[in-house]
């Protein structure tokens, strides 16, 4: 039985940038619980930008890697996702 | 809720959601409501444990190649575009036709996976451990099981998409991130093995969460402290949840999986 061509990503450099976005959403998230007033808000908010944007990054980093790879499908299909999500925010927003 | 209750009640919720790949919001929200915070604001943290929870657990689920990011993004395609429908149908549909709607998807789901038996995509001998991961141009791959390397390819891919759009407007009618939903779909309908779809399932409720967060946000109902209290918790549980995803068997993940979903409808009724 044969399943294709294993993937070859360098999923390495995704675990190493995945670890050092937790470390920093979690000491960002700290920092605004300990920091008094207007700072400590902007820091816990800062904590949930990166915890909002790092799934979106994510999958940006994906289509770069399956465009550099050749699998051009799936570039197709991670576009196609971006564009759902992009437009969907637009659309819920606004109503 | 108390900074320090709220920190260790979104631990625990991360890492139950993450050993299934379930999110965890549909513990942690009504729990929230149950101890007094306002819907209104119960559910974007729901989301930011969702989000967080799936940032945490995403490294441990890459380093043993559990994660199906071109099944991911593809099933997402579909929930996404369910998801947005529902976010535009949320101020039509009853809310307590939503939590029994919810509350007997959760004990469906729980009976298919629980009953379960036997191993649908058994190891090969053909395969090794070099041959672990997702294969270019498609949406299978192979996964470590005991005993060796079981090559999977997703079954019924209509059927699945579909059933993902439906989880995906049900995230969007009720601000979940509908992962109790992604995750018996991939197992119990496109046969994809349990460890794999709840890893890709963390994943894809990452986006959801993150997508539902950016409305939240336009609509400022996001308070900061306790999000950040939320997140502090969630990455702790969600890095414990996928450490202990990675030591189970499928068929124990499954089990664990049924039981949280059993609870899930149990709470939701509670609260309706």
Redesign the interface.
């Known amino acids: 039985?044969t399943?294709?061509?294993?993937?070859?990503e360098p999923?390495d450099h995704?675990?190493r940038a995945?670890?050092w976005?937790?470390v920093i959403?979690?000491g960002?998230?700290?920092l605004?619980?300990a920091l008094p007033g207007e700072v400590?808000?902007a820091v816990?908010?800062a904590?949930?930008v990166v915890?909002?944007?790092?799934?979106?990054l994510?999958?940006l980093w994906?289509i770069a890697a399956w465009w550099r790879?050749g699998?051009w499908?799936?570039v197709g299909?991670?576009v196609?996702?971006l564009v759902?999500?992009a437009?969907?925010?637009l659309?819920?927003?606004l109503? | 809720m108390a900074?320090p209750l709220l920190v260790l009640a979104a631990g625990f919720c991360a890492a139950v959601g993450s050993v299934g790949g379930l999110g965890g919001a549909l513990l942690l929200v009504p729990l929230l409501v149950a101890t007094g915070t306002p819907a209104t604001e119960a559910a974007p943290l729901g989301l930011?444990l969702v989000?967080?929870g799936?940032?945490?657990g995403?490294?441990r689920h890459?380093?043993d190649?559990s994660v199906n990011?071109?099944l991911g993004?593809?099933v997402?395609?579909a929930a996404?575009?369910g998801?947005?429908v529902g976010?535009?149908l949320s101020g039509v549909v009853s809310e307590t036709v939503l939590v029994y709607a919810l509350a007997a998807v959760a004990l469906v789901a729980a009976a298919a996976g629980g009953s379960r038996k036997g191993i649908r995509n058994a190891p090969?001998p053909?395969f090794g451990p070099?041959?672990v991961?997702?294969?270019?141009?498609?949406v299978?791959?192979?996964v470590a099981r005991v005993g060796g390397v079981a090559?999977?390819?997703p079954r019924r891919l209509p059927l699945g998409l579909a059933a993902m759009s439906v989880a995906g407007l049900v995230s969007g009618i009720s601000g979940v991130g509908g992962g109790f939903i992604k995750t018996p779909v991939m197992s119990e309908i496109m046969y994809v093995p349990v460890k794999v779809a709840a890893a890709t399932s963390t994943?894809t409720v990452?986006?959801t969460?993150?997508?539902g967060?950016?409305?939240f946000?336009?609509?400022g109902r996001?308070e900061?402290?306790s999000?950040?209290?939320v997140?502090?918790g969630s990455?702790v549980g969600g890095?414990a949840g996928a450490r202990l995803q990675n030591r189970l068997r499928g068929p124990a993940v499954r089990k664990v999986i049924a039981g949280i979903l059993v609870l899930v409808a149990i709470l939701l009724v509670a609260t309706a």
């Open positions: 039985m399943t294709g061509d294993l993937a070859r999923m995704l675990v995945l670890f976005v937790v959403a979690a960002l998230a700290v605004g619980l400590g808000v816990a908010t904590a949930v915890v909002i944007a790092s799934p979106l994510r999958v994906l790879s699998d499908r799936f299909v991670g196609v996702l759902v999500v437009g969907g925010t659309v819920a927003v109503s | 900074t930011v989000a967080a799936s940032l945490a995403g490294s890459l380093e190649r990011h071109r993004v593809t997402e395609v996404s575009a998801a947005v976010a535009l090969h053909a070099e041959h991961g997702e294969r270019v141009g498609m299978g791959g192979a090559p999977y390819r994943f990452g986006i969460a993150a997508v967060l950016l409305v946000a336009g609509q996001i900061a402290h999000a950040a209290a997140i502090i990455v890095l």
